[in-house]
């Protein structure tokens, strides 16, 4: 059975936590010509808005690609809480 990306994704819950699991140093963002986050994040939590880096964790699958994608070092990465974060329902 093929199921594409998307419905895979329709398949992941995710508690989220009122902690951010996620910090981005927006101040660095503004120096980065690059913006690579907006490419590696499979979740696509990373957009440009008016110009700036906004960041969403409420949707975070947890790879921690955000972390090395950055090559400034803007993202501080960890893992939710426990209790918190995402569920694979399926595979």
């Given at each position: 059975?093929?199921?594409?990306?998307?419905?895979?994704?329709?398949?992941?819950?995710?508690?989220?936590?009122?902690?951010?699991?996620?910090?981005?140093?927006?101040?660095?963002?503004?120096?980065?010509?690059?913006?690579?986050?907006?490419?590696?994040?499979?979740?696509?939590?990373?957009?440009l808005?008016?110009?700036?880096?906004?960041h969403?964790?409420?949707?975070?699958l947890?790879?921690?690609?955000?972390?090395?994608?950055?090559?400034?070092?803007?993202?501080?990465?960890?893992?939710?809480?426990?209790?918190?974060?995402?569920?694979?329902?399926?595979?």
């Amino acid at each position: 059975m093929n199921i594409r990306i998307e419905e895979r994704l329709g398949l992941v819950s995710i508690e989220v936590d009122k902690e951010r699991h996620i910090k981005v140093e927006t101040s660095i963002c503004g120096e980065c010509d690059e913006k690579s986050c907006l490419h590696f994040c499979p979740a696509h939590r990373f957009t440009l808005e008016e110009g700036k880096i906004k960041h969403d964790y409420e949707g975070c699958l947890e790879c921690g690609t955000c972390k090395f994608s950055c090559h400034r070092g803007a993202v501080d990465f960890s893992y939710p809480r426990g209790g918190y974060g995402v569920y694979y329902k399926y595979g």
